[in-house]
């Protein structure tokens, strides 16, 4: 099938490739560095964005053949890539089936927790998907709001107040939205499990990089990642959440070039000043009063989500 997608930039071609939920969009506030030095093509996955669900099982497995489909069909087989999350655990999967990418960074994958792992990343992912669900009349307000982004994306951000609002919006949007999110949810925490990469499979770069504070794919993960890709290097973000390309997206954006231009580099090179310092501070609020609007949107949410779930009457019932 074809995937929707948009292009820009110029130079060596480079696939970004998003999350659970996501879209093309998860990637804007990383979009023009990376253009101006790459040619860049970020897809819209099955049943997420503009491309169309799957006629069957949605799955790594699936979706990883949709993509090599993809890039066949446009001539891009061996294309530098990036994959984020549930992106993150498919470009290692397609670069352990050799011959579809060339470079990859996989920024915090999803897929590697075990035990108790497997129930808090799926409970507290659904909770989450449900939540926004049951906000979307009011999202574009809490997203477009530095304290509404500190309560809504805790799970997904080391600075939440600090994420960009319109990306906010976007992804809050499209987390939604996505027709197959419940079933690759099920899938990322029931179903295949990564099958590994034995050293010396991989001839190209491989950088996993993961946030220091991911509250989604817990850092300890990264052991059995490597385990599986030995091939890979480890490169930690600090500061940083679930998505480096929202807490440190000029860090992850020179990462992404560093390993697609092939050259030797350092992790301190890559880090610069850390911590990345951003305009907007976070907002001045007690802590208490955090926790309240988290409660009071928390059950907010839940009332209109089973508000939505009953019955409608009809007229003289």
């Known amino acids: 099938m074809d ?40 897809v819209d996955l099955p049943g997420h ?7 069957g099982l949605h799955s790594i497995g699936t979706l990883a053949d949709a993509v090599t489909d993809f890039l066949a069909q446009h001539d ?9 999350s549930m992106g993150a655990r498919l470009v290692l999967e397609l670069a352990r089936r050799g011959g579809v990418l060339g470079a990859v960074v996989s920024l915090d994958p999803g897929g590697f927790w075990q035990g108790w792992q497997v129930p808090f990343f799926y409970h507290s992912v659904s909770l989450s998907g449900k939540l926004v669900r049951a906000l979307q009349p009011v999202m574009p307000a809490l997203a477009g709001s530095a304290v509404g982004r500190t309560v809504l994306l805790p799970q997904f951000s080391a600075r939440p107040w600090a994420v960009d609002a319109q990306v906010a919006r976007d992804e809050m949007y499209s987390f939604a939205h996505s027709p197959a999110f419940d079933e690759l949810l099920d899938q990322l925490a029931h179903g295949e499990v990564q099958l590994p990469a034995p050293q010396g499979s991989i001839p190209e770069p491989l950088v996993i990089g993961w946030g220091r504070q991911d ?35 000029a860090e992850a954006a020179r990462l992404i070039l560093a390993v697609t231009s092939r050259a030797a580099f350092t992790d301190a090179a890559i880090a610069g000043v ?24 928390l059950a907010g949410g839940l009332w209109l989500w089973s508000a939505r779930r009953k019955p409608q009457r009809s007229p003289g019932e």
Do not use: M
Request: net charge neutral; proline share 9%; hydrophobic share 45%.
């Open 3 to 42: 995937l929707h997608f948009v292009r820009r930039g110029t130079g060596r071609p480079l696939l970004l490739v998003h999350g659970l939920g996501g879209s093309w969009r998860s990637w804007n506030a990383i979009l023009d560095p990376l253009a101006a030095e790459r040619d860049v093509i970020a």
């Open 49 to 55: 964005g503009d491309t169309p669900k799957l006629a």
């Open 76 to 84: 891009l087989l061996g294309i530098d890539a990036v994959g984020s």
């Open 215 to 249: 509250r989604v794919c817990l850092p300890s993960q990264s052991a059995l990642a490597l385990e599986k890709f030995p091939d890979a290097r480890l490169y930690w973000f600090e500061h940083c959440g679930h998505f480096p390309q929202w807490d440190q997206p």
């Open 274 to 297: 850390k911590p990345e310092k951003s305009e907007t501070t976070a907002p001045a609020l007690p802590q208490a009063a955090i926790v309240g609007a988290a409660l009071v949107l």
